[in-house]
């Protein structure tokens, strides 16, 4: 065990419920095991990977091709996509969704509450190497609640002098047993950029349905989306604050076939429903102002 870990055990261990691991790559996870739930969140991109409330399937979706490296996105999970959406706007060999993903985030504290609930928070600043690549001061804190729900809340400030404009997003992966089986409501009515067709614009009619590469951004939304999913006998609801942004994603099989860190057949068990600040719907922060950008995820009987 590394002094970094003894460290982190010794200060924010939670015992018999979180404590903290390295895997053979030197990547550190905080791992909890509650009455409630269990859940894994790597301190690289504050990466949620893993949550699984008692007597249930877990709710999110993780590749058994994905990478767990340093420097490396995970595929799965909840990556956290800041401050750009997608590509960079001007320059396209800066990362894809920015650079937070693959960032070390830091421990602020871990709590156990009265209810069950386990707490972790995590914080990021700016730093010289960050500033290389988006010249803004920010402070972004992670705070993630596990119980019979997962609560995710990214608070951004603008520590700096000067306005900034970010986009981002949570980009979940929702575990369920079949993609083509499942149904999505919760955007009947509102228009979305189709990006498998240019970014045509369309309007939604009834339950989304997953057929194929499905690559949609629904705009002026801040409803929750629910997945009824007949193969698991459950319904997902995913709630969000602070977005008024919904991407739904599923790569399809002949995209999922050029991915290294999507094993085969994998985007069958997934699907995308992302919490997301883009386009018009992007954040512009004077000094010390804030924004948070928030998804809940709980899961029901059908």
Known sequence: MSTDIQTLNTTHAIPGILSFHENRYGLTAAHISSPLATGRVFLQGAHVSHFQPRDQEPLLWLSRAGFFLPGKAIRGGIPICWPWFGDHPDDPDKPAHGFVRTALWHVVYTQSLADGTTRICLEL???AES????????????TLSFATSLNVELQITNTGNTPFTCSGALHSYLQVADCRTITIDGVDGRHYLDKTE?????????AVIISGETDRI?????????????GLKRSLKIRKKGSNTTVIWNPGSEKSALMN?????????????ESVNTGKDSITLLPQE?????TLLEAAAL
Request: glycine share 6%; aromatic share 10%.
């Open 131 to 142: 500033r290389t690549i988006w010249s803004h001061a920010f402070h972004l804190q992670l």
């Open 261 to 273: 860190d999507m094993d085969d057949n994998g985007y069958r068990t997934m699907v995308c429903v």
């Open 218 to 230: 629904y705009l002026d939304t801040s409803a929750a989306c629910t997945i009824s999913d007949p």
């Open 125 to 127: 600043h700016d730093t």
């Open 290 to 294: 804030v924004h948070i950008l928030g």
């Open 198 to 206: 240019h970014f045509l614009e369309k309007t939604q009619n009834g």
